[in-house]
């Protein structure tokens, strides 16, 4: 019987092994439409004005800058259309444009009905647009449309009825992925932004002392940030929305560094014609004959963040030392000051500067300083609340030694309405109580401030903030020693007369009298805790001093 | 024999194949094509609108023709806008290009050449007005836009912008819908959350060297608003709201609701027993269950005035609508009449005449806090009273009344009883409404007052909606369009066919994908995923594997299989591919 089989496939191979081939072919054939069907592996388009993914089932038939075409074995097709809209248009919103697209699109297919139109959140990058979907007896059609600020983008997906469901998922992800990129803005020429490679200093007796990393916090502006920087550096004062640094053990020459968050875009901080920037703190240099040399220098900084580095240096002429004799001498000194600057996000910024005098900054010490982390924030104040009290802390550090913090614990009563939540504030707290929506301001306004200034420094400064032009006035006078809550107080008071409302308009132009009470508690180590209790044409009375005194003082291990 | 059966196998081999390249190589071009989009031209009239009789056409004289001054303004508003918060959905916008959106925000702002006066500290004189405007707009323009941009304000469509003049200023107000903004957490202070509140923006333009430019702004949420006019009706203190302005505006939201105090109940129900049968509740219908709903009124005997927005609407989804009166009147509905598209109007003809429609008021003689009426059906049963005061005429009349959706198409009465106005989809679901005015309503009842009833032409629902929307279910069974055999096994997934309860509409199988379409008849209720839920508990409980679950798409997996389950449009489209 097998033999038998043999013999007739001996006898007709001429035909038998065609025919396999054939079968063969037409099993390939399908594997590849098949696997192209459900091939999931993308392949990206990356054109100068878009971008986009699109699965292995979908070929390129056409990628300019403003049409693209893709087809798909079944003949179904994606066409995605880039069109500028005149400055006219170009501030619409979509919603004023789709009546008009939707003439367009009908009167040019008017064998095409619409089966439905709604409204959607486009691509990944959520863009309000529409979907319609029109049918005529072969065919369906998705018309997709969204607009990015001069562009409005129509996307055209169109298939056999039969396919149109089975590609669905595809042509989703084609829209998903679809970026509309922005326009890009030269900053080279607007900015006039040179860049060059900053030259570091050689200074190998700074790279030899230099030790570990450490690690900060700063917060301020609506920033948090976490960041490293040479051990050597020591802190000057616990505040947490400034911080100063100076390095150890420099003989005869000095590095310093400031830290801030500041709420400036890093563009404007770099423009030289901008009101705030990097290069003003230094203009006068390059005139000044005192200072010779002058050099400065930008570039960018390898960072996770948008970063550049500015540098400058300069011989300053007039620089002092003792000779020999113990005699003032000048000499020339070379200084260099370094700024580090990251772009937080688009409206803030961390700037990190640092000043050596007699002494070069090498990039070993720049390279240690980093960004860990950042965070976005409302306010800095965790404020809790227990029973009818807000619970809020100040901080500062004892010494400079940095080892103790001493802690404020305040436990003011929830009537209060804390202000100033988007300062953040260790040193400072700011409270409100009893809105008055006719003079648009609190009745009452306590202050909480840290110092380790004395308490005539401390009355001076707020006297001269007194306004002596409206009115009656008293300068602040020592008043009384109280004991509130257990606590010992060095009680001040005094008042002026101030005009309310806003510059320029008859709003509330009303004068009033501020009733001051200033109490000043002693720290344990040099310094006051300052309660400055404001009337705003309000008596003082004793239950607000005494609500306003409930705190705890203690001092703890860093 | 055996030789002949062999060729004529290959030969069929051969045909299948030269099929299959066919059929994928085939260029069958679509003759679908959007190759001409223009804007500006006269399109804004859809297509629909040309269904009807040319002589009913209502798009001439409707709207006040906008100034070139009016245009200009609405243009810089939309621009300042613009330029203050960044595009719509403006997320993750590059520092760069909020560098060049400031410089060019700041480049709007007014600054007049201040006149020197070396005497003072300045070096300018400092008693001029220009010295004075620059202090005002130098210190707003920039600080408000920080500080609006510390919000991350996300929007995504313009509400309406109005436009006022007071002597050399023009203030312009743009109330943004639905805005998305940071605002701080109740459970932790320091972080933010997003919120959602409608926001209002009012620029105040002052001309410099023949153009307008930024010299103050402020906004306020709505929030504030609602607060606002509480505290306005509570007879509390007006001045919380007062930011700043220098001059008397009548956009400045400090209304008087003395006239609308003076209108009495009685007066009030007059008007509600006058005008009770002449509002009708529309409903649009699908298979016997509600689509939508909206209300209108008789404006002339036998015709029905309600928003082109509900006709379309129901067009797209709907089979049929109805219209019915308090007193439970049914009405038949004979067709369409007209519509406009651009002012939110269509016009709907009963089956045999109903005397009784109502009377219209006079749009000129209308002032701003004048009381207004509304009388509307929200639920289908019965009638809702609602009053207010004017707070804004334009080609709109807008009030401080509330909509909410089903109220569009009802009609605005003045303090007579006379309609002034139809509440526009446009504003519902806001705190303000917003009534296209009488002008239309005016002629729409002198077009048709001269026409005899029967030879009023309206052109039915179902030819409307077959001529532009119709959507065409095949009789056939359309799930033969799925082998037998094929079918049996891919039923079995997920138990579908008991899971889904769903009409199915379409189904397809290709190269061992089946796809089925089924429609949604109350998508506006349920959402299709949710119509879902058994068939997708089905698949976990047999195995297969969650891949994704959003809230429009949801993959499963097993070794065999991959389910792609869709929402689009008012379809749940289900794909199941055979890996």
Same mark, same amino acid.
């Given at each position: 019987m097998i033999k038998k089989i043999f013999n007739i496939l001996k006898k007709y191979k001429s035909i038998l092994i065609p025919a396999l081939i054939i079968i063969l072919i037409g099993i390939i054939v399908l594997f590849i439409i098949l696997n192209s069907i459900n091939n999931s592996s993308l392949k990206t388009v990356d054109k100068k004005s878009y971008?986009?993914?699109?699965?292995?089932?979908?070929?390129?038939?056409?990628?300019?800058?403003?049409?693209?075409?893709?087809?798909?074995?079944?003949?179904?097709?994606?066409?995605?259309?880039?069109?500028?809209?005149?400055?006219?248009?170009?501030?619409?919103?979509?919603?004023?444009?789709?009546?008009?697209?939707?003439?367009?699109?009908?009167?040019?297919?008017?064998?095409?009905?619409?089966?439905?139109?709604?409204?959607?959140?486009?691509?990944?990058?959520?863009?309000?647009g529409y979907k319609m979907l029109y049918e005529n007896k072969d065919n369906q059609v998705m018309v997709t449309t969204f607009k990015k600020s001069d562009k409005l983008v129509i996307i055209n997906y169109k298939a056999k009825i039969e396919y149109f469901d089975i590609l669905l998922d595809s042509v989703h992800n084609i829209i998903y992925n679809f970026n509309l990129k922005e326009d890009t803005f030269s900053l080279k020429n607007n900015l006039k932004l040179n860049t060059t490679e900053i030259n570091y200093s050689k200074e190998d007796s700074l790279n030899k002392v230099l030790k570990d990393k450490e690690t900060y916090e700063i917060a301020s502006n609506n920033y948090y940030v976490k960041y490293t920087i040479p051990s050597n550096f020591k802190l000057n004062s616990l505040t947490s929305n400034y911080s100063n640094?100076?390095?150890?053990?420099?003989?005869?020459?000095?590095?310093?560094?400031?830290?801030?968050?500041?709420?400036?875009?890093?563009?404007?901080?770099?423009?030289?014609?901008?009101?705030?920037?990097?290069?003003?703190?230094?203009?006068?240099?390059?005139?000044?004959?005192?200072?010779?040399?002058?050099?400065?220098?930008?570039?960018?900084?390898?960072?996770?963040?948008?970063?550049?580095?500015?540098?400058?240096?300069?011989?300053?002429?007039?620089?002092?030392?003792?000779?020999?004799?113990?005699e003032m001498e000048e000499y020339n000194r070379k200084d260099e000051n370094i700024m580090l600057i990251y772009a937080l996000n688009k409206n803030h910024i961390l700037t990190i500067e640092i000043s050596a005098k007699g002494i070069g900054i090498t990039e070993k010490l720049i390279n240690m300083i980093d960004i860990e982390s950042s965070k976005n924030y409302v306010s800095y104040i965790?404020?809790?609340?227990?029973?009818?009290?807000?619970?809020?802390?100040?901080?500062?550090?004892?010494?400079?030694?940095?080892?103790?913090?001493?802690?404020?614990?305040?436990?003011?009563?929830?009537?209060y309405t804390e202000l100033d939540k988007g300062n953040n504030i260790y040193e400072y707290r700011h409270y409100g109580l009893n809105y008055d929506y006719d003079m648009e301001m609190y009745d009452y306004e306590i202050n909480y401030t840290l110092t380790n200034s004395n308490v005539e420094q401390q009355v001076k400064n707020i006297n001269n903030t007194f306004s002596t032009t409206y009115g009656d006035y008293n300068y602040l006078t020592y008043s009384s020693d109280l004991t509130l809550n257990g606590k010992k107080f060095k009680v001040y008071s005094g008042g002026y007369t101030n005009l309310g409302g806003i510059l320029f308009t008859n709003t509330n132009r009303i004068r009033y009298y501020i009733n001051k009470k200033v109490l000043f508690y002693e720290l344990s180590n040099e310094g006051y805790l300052i309660i400055e209790v404001n009337g705003n044409g309000k008596e003082i009375s004793d239950e607000i001093l005494n609500e306003v005194t409930n705190f705890e003082y203690k001092v703890e291990k860093y | 024999m055996k030789k002949y059966i062999l060729i004529s196998i290959s030969a069929l081999f051969l045909i299948i194949f030269i099929c299959i390249i066919y059929a994928y190589n &085939?260029?069958?071009?679509?003759?679908?094509?959007? #190759?001409?989009? @223009?804007?500006? /031209?006269?399109?804004? !009239?859809?297509?629909?609108?040309?269904?009807?009789?040319? &002589?009913?056409?209502?798009?001439?004289?409707?709207? #006040?023709?906008? @100034?070139?001054? /009016?245009?200009?303004? !609405?243009q810089l508003t939309k621009k300042t806008t613009y330029l203050l918060l960044g595009d719509f959905n403006n997320k993750n916008e590059t520092s760069e290009n909020y560098y060049k959106r400031h410089q060019e925000y700041l480049d709007l702002r007014y600054k007049p050449d201040i006149p020197k006066d070396e005497n003072t500290f300045?070096?300018?004189?400092?008693?001029?007005?220009e010295y004075k405007d620059d202090i005002v707009s130098g210190f707003t323009v920039p600080s408000i836009f920080l500080q609006l941009n510390e919000l991350d304000i996300i929007y995504n469509s313009y509400g309406d912008i109005r436009i006022t003049q007071n002597n050399e200023i023009i203030i312009s107000s743009i109330t943004l819908p639905n805005v998305k903004m940071k605002s701080q957490s109740n459970d932790n202070p320091m972080e933010y959350e997003m919120i959602e509140t409608n926001l209002i923006l009012y620029y105040y333009f002052k001309e410099l060297n023949g153009e307008y430019k930024l010299y103050y702004l402020f906004g306020e949420t709505t929030e504030d608003l609602n607060d606002y006019i509480e505290v306005l009706e509570n007879n509390e203190?007006?001045?919380?709201?007062?930011?700043?302005?220098?001059?008397?505006?009548?956009?400045?939201?400090?209304?008087?609701?003395?006239?609308?105090?003076?209108?009495?109940?009685?007066?009030?129900?007059?008007?509600y027993n006058l005008n009770e049968n002449k509002i009708v509740y529309l409903n649009a219908y699908y298979n016997n269950s509600?689509?939508?709903?909206?209300?209108?009124?008789?404006?002339?005997?036998?015709?029905?005035?309600?928003?082109?927005?509900?006709?379309e609407k129901a067009l797209i989804e709907a089979q049929y609508i109805t219209a019915s009166a308090n007193n439970g009147n049914n009405y038949i509905i004979e067709g369409i009449v007209t519509a406009n598209p651009e002012t939110d109007v269509a016009v709907i003809k009963i089956e045999n005449p109903s005397e009784n429609h109502v009377n219209l008021g006079n749009f000129k003689e209308l002032q701003v806090e004048d009381p207004a009426i509304i009388i509307s059906s929200k639920l289908g049963s019965g009638l809702t009273v609602q009053k207010g005061i004017i707070t804004s005429l334009d080609n709109y009349i807008q009030t401080s009344i509330p909509l909410v959706e089903s109220d569009e198409g009802s009609p605005l009465f003045d303090k007579g009883g006379n309609v002034i106005g139809i509440n526009t989809a446009q504003s519902t679901n806001s705190s303000l409404s917003l009534a296209t005015n009488t002008e239309i309503l005016k002629e729409i009842q002198d077009k048709f007052n001269n026409i005899e009833f029967n030879e009023i032409y309206a052109i039915s629902f179902n030819e409307l909606k077959e001529k532009y929307y119709y959507i065409n279910y095949n009789d056939e069974t359309i799930k033969n369009n799925i082998p037998k055999n094929k079918w049996k096994k891919y039923s079995k997934i997920g138990n579908i066919e008991q899971n889904i309860k769903l009409e199915l509409i379409k189904a397809n199988y290709k190269d061992n994908v089946v796809s089925l379409r089924y429609k949604n008849e109350i998508s506006n209720y349920i959402s299709n995923m949710q119509l879902a839920i058994t068939f997708k508990k089905q698949l976990l409980e047999d195995g297969y594997k969650e891949v994704l679950n959003s809230s429009t798409k949801c993959i499963y997996e097993n070794e065999e299989y991959k389910i792609i389950i869709m929402d689009e449009f008012d379809y749940l489209i289900i794909v199941m591919v055979k890996l």
């Open positions: 971008s986009f993914k699109y699965d292995k089932s979908w070929k390129i038939k056409e990628a300019e800058e403003d049409t693209i075409t893709l087809k798909h074995n079944s003949n179904s097709e994606i066409e995605i259309q880039i069109i500028n809209l005149n400055s006219e248009y170009e501030y619409f919103s979509i919603d004023e444009l789709i009546d008009e697209i939707l003439y367009n699109i009908g009167n040019e297919n008017a064998e095409y009905k619409l089966l439905s139109k709604k409204t959607d959140t486009i691509t990944k990058y959520q863009f309000k640094f100076t390095f150890e053990n420099l003989e005869n020459k000095d590095i310093t560094m400031n830290v801030s968050i500041m709420s400036v875009n890093i563009y404007e901080y770099l423009n030289k014609d901008n009101s705030l920037n990097v290069y003003d703190d230094y203009k006068s240099y390059k005139t000044n004959e005192d200072y010779k040399n002058f050099n400065e220098s930008l570039s960018v900084l390898e960072s996770n963040y948008d970063s550049y580095i500015y540098k400058n240096s300069y011989e300053y002429t007039k620089a002092i030392k003792y000779n020999d004799n113990y965790s404020s809790d609340k227990e029973e009818g009290y807000i619970l809020s802390s100040l901080k500062r550090f004892e010494d400079y030694k940095k080892e103790n913090v001493e802690t404020i614990n305040i436990k003011i009563p929830d009537k | &085939a260029n069958n071009e679509f003759s679908f094509k959007i #190759s001409n989009v @223009t804007f500006g /031209e006269d399109s804004k !009239k859809n297509t629909v609108t040309s269904s009807f009789n040319d &002589a009913y056409d209502l798009s001439a004289s409707i709207k #006040s023709e906008e @100034t070139d001054l /009016e245009k200009n303004i !609405k300045s070096g300018f004189d400092e008693d001029s007005q203190t007006k001045s919380m709201m007062a930011i700043a302005p220098t001059y008397d505006s009548n956009l400045s939201t400090i209304y008087n609701y003395d006239k609308l105090n003076n209108l009495t109940d009685e007066e009030i129900n007059n008007i509600i689509t939508s709903s909206a209300n209108g009124f008789f404006i002339n005997d036998g015709l029905i005035v309600t928003t082109w927005h509900f006709l």
